[in-house]
Structures are given as structure tokens and as C-alpha cells.
């Protein structure tokens, strides 16, 4: 699953409620640190935040937990909430494209408070993790006014982001060639599936990243469609292929898997936004 639930609708603009939340990621209601921490380690409970955030307008419409092999440390794992401003609230229809915000943490020591901007493209309900020119991520510690710090920081976030939200209606307007589809679905596949030395195993074959998955999605040859298209097929995974077993000459099938941990989300949205960004840059030259 994604960092957008079932629960996060687009179409009513429904915020999640506490309990809601609590059922789905309940380390964002941990009050105490991991006892790996050190006494200067100050457990914040990313509840308090969010209770903060609420106040200056922001909600959370969907959240998710990592998962953990240590029993001991599921009730303070990694976790991730997507916020939206109130006022971008109102009914949605599919195709519809809402700026959001991103917070992750964890009282375990592997996250501090971690603000990213995102885009929310309601056809596929995947995140876009965007980078920008002038901020990627604030991170804020777990020290001091983390609560002040975090409210702060979003702002920072949601100012330099507004660039980002121009993307949809900029990207629209880029033909992209066959040759051009090409590239962005090559460097996309090396990212998602080729090892620390850039050797690829898999069978599945670049192409594939820039097969749409629904009816609305095909016959458009634009940058942001070609980008959202091959950022869902890298993220929810499902594309088939067939291996070959170089000793029996055995022939397998086999599905790729969604991408599940979020800093591997994360990483790969960022990487992907950046793709998009470079190949704009170079359209609009």
C-alpha cells in the first residue's frame, strides 16, 4: 500500500479522525522514546504536532507505519502522515492534481521530523514526493520547540513549493517524442531496479514503465502524463516478465512488488520528480 490509504478520500474532503489514525500508524501516539534513545533524545509525540498543525490549518488525510522485525519497537517506528491546508479541502473529480504536505518521524532514532512537499494526482492515488530549487526537506530534531520548529518549517516548505504546483499545467503542454518517452522510462528503470554496480536483473523491460494503466491515461504523448504514468508503474509495482534460469534454462514468471517501506518511497519519488524537472528543463530550452 502507498502512503495514500483507503481512508484518505479525494472526493469528500474528509480530514482522518484521531482514532482513525491510531488504527492504522499507532507509533504517531508514542509518548516515550525507544530505549535506545539517550536522555537527550526528547520524545515528541507526533500526535502533539499534528494537534499543532491542525490549529495553523492543516489535517491529516492519510497516514502509514513502517513495518519492524523487533516487536520492541513497533510502538515507535517510522511513520508518515500526509497533511492538506484547509482550503484545498473541496471536492475533488479524478484527473485533479492537490498540493500537500508530508511529515515523517519516528521515536525510535531512525527519523527526525522530516517535512516534504508532495502532489496528490487523484487518477492514480500515488504520492509525488517533489523536490524543489530552493528547499528539499526540513528536518527538525528532536530537542527544544519541536512543535514551533515543525509549524515553521511547514510554512518554509509550502512557500518554496509553490513552484511545484505549476508542474501539471507546465508538464501538460510538453510533447514529449518517442525517443524522449524512452530516455525517462530507461533512467527510470536503472533507478528502480539496478543494483549498487548499475547491473539490471530483472526481465522487465523499460517499456513497460510507460504502459498506462487505465483508458484515460492512454493516447497522451505530454510530459506529465508520460511521468505520472511510469511513476505509478515504479511504485505500485505488478509488471509481469518471465526469468530464465541460466543453469536449467527454466523459464518463470514473475510480478514485480509495490514499493512498501517509505524511505525507499520516499527516495524513489524524489529521484523520479527530478527526472521529470531535468527532461522539462530541457524541452523548455
Not at 510502538?75 to 492538506?84: A, E, G, Q, S, V
Not at 530537542?143 to 518554496?160: F, M, N, P, Q, R
Not at 504546483?165 to 524512452?182: F, H, T, Y
Request: contains cysteine; hydrophobic residues 40%; glycine residues 8%.
Amino acid at each position: 500500500m502507498s502512503i495514500y490509504t483507503q481512508t484518505a478520500r479525494f472526493d469528500t474532503g474528509r480530514a482522518l479522525t484521531e482514532d482513525e489514525m491510531h488504527r492504522m500508524a499507532p507509533s504517531i501516539f508514542a509518548v516515550d522514546a525507544h530505549e535506545s534513545r539517550s536522555a537527550r533524545f526528547r520524545p515528541i509525540p507526533t500526535i502533539e504536532i499534528l494537534r499543532g498543525l491542525e490549529k495553523e490549518g492543516f489535517v491529516p488525510v492519510g497516514v502509514r507505519q513502517s513495518a519492524t522485525r523487533d516487536p520492541g519497537k513497533a510502538p515507535f517506528t517510522k511513520h508518515m502522515i500526509r497533511l492538506r491546508h484547509v482550503d484545498a479541502m473541496q471536492k475533488h473529480a479524478v484527473g485533479d492534481t492537490v498540493h500537500e504536505m508530508l511529515l515523517k518521524n519516528a521515536n525510535d532514532g531512525t527519523s527526525a521530523y522530516d517535512l516534504m512537499a508532495g502532489l496528490f494526482r487523484i487518477a492514480c492515488l500515488n504520492s509525488l514526493v517533489s523536490q524543489t530549487d530552493t528547499v528539499d526537506t526540513v528536518k527538525v530534531r528532536h530537542s527544544g520547540d519541536a512543535v514551533g520548529k515543525v509549524i515553521e518549517g511547514t510554512y518554509t516548505v509550502l512557500k518554496a513549493a509553490e513552484t511545484v504546483m505549476r508542474a501539471p499545467q507546465d508538464w501538460s503542454q510538453m510533447k514529449l517524442n518517442r525517443d524522449e518517452a524512452m530516455a525517462l522510462a530507461e533512467a527510470a528503470h536503472m533507478l528502480r531496479f539496478g543494483d549498487a554496480e548499475g547491473e539490471v536483473s530483472t526481465p522487465v523491460q523499460p517499456l513497460q514503465l510507460l504502459a498506462p494503466r487505465r483508458r484515460d491515461d492512454a493516447n497522451r504523448d505530454d510530459l506529465w502524463m508520460n511521468f505520472n504514468i511510469i511513476q505509478e508503474n515504479v511504485i505500485k509495482g505488478g509488471l509481469r516478465g518471465v526469468r530464465v534460469d541460466a543453469e536449467t534454462g527454466q523459464r518463470r514468471r514473475m510480478s514485480t512488488r509495490g514499493v512498501k517501506g517509505i524511505d525507499q518511497d520516499v527516495k524513489l519519488n524524489k529521484a523520479l520528480w527530478l527526472l521529470g524537472e531535468r527532461m522539462a528543463q530541457l524541452k523548455a530550452a
